[in-house]
């Protein structure tokens, strides 16, 4: 009998853990978020003299309400990025965009996106950035 006790009591305590356990919002999941960095560039009257994605520009991802970036990758030749393995929760993907009058001559993109379940995989819109 006190066999049976001490396993249900076993039992129960690693239930109630397990349940109270919340993953946080960031990496270790299954979700993706994708998308692409559109560049252009802008001669001396504003006026587009060229246009295309672009490879090696760096987006950055927030986890949750932070500040700060948490993470950051680079595009590939084709523009495309992607940040995988993440939780369920709220991300702020942004990129810098040159801006001739902006403070420092650069303005932040930026994009919102909730993940709401396991392996879902978010297409954000194109960043379009003054390059």
Known sequence: MKKILLMLT???????????CKKEVGEGGTATITGKVFGYDINADEIITDSSYVGGTRVYISYGDNPWPDNDVRTSYSGDYAFQGLQKGKYRVFVYSQ?????????VKVQYVEITSNGQTVVLPDFKILD
Do not use: G, K, Y
């Open 99 to 107: 801006c001739n009058s902006c403070p420092f001559n650069q303005e």
């Open 10 to 20: 076993l039992i129960l305590t690693v239930a109630i853990i397990a349940s109270s």
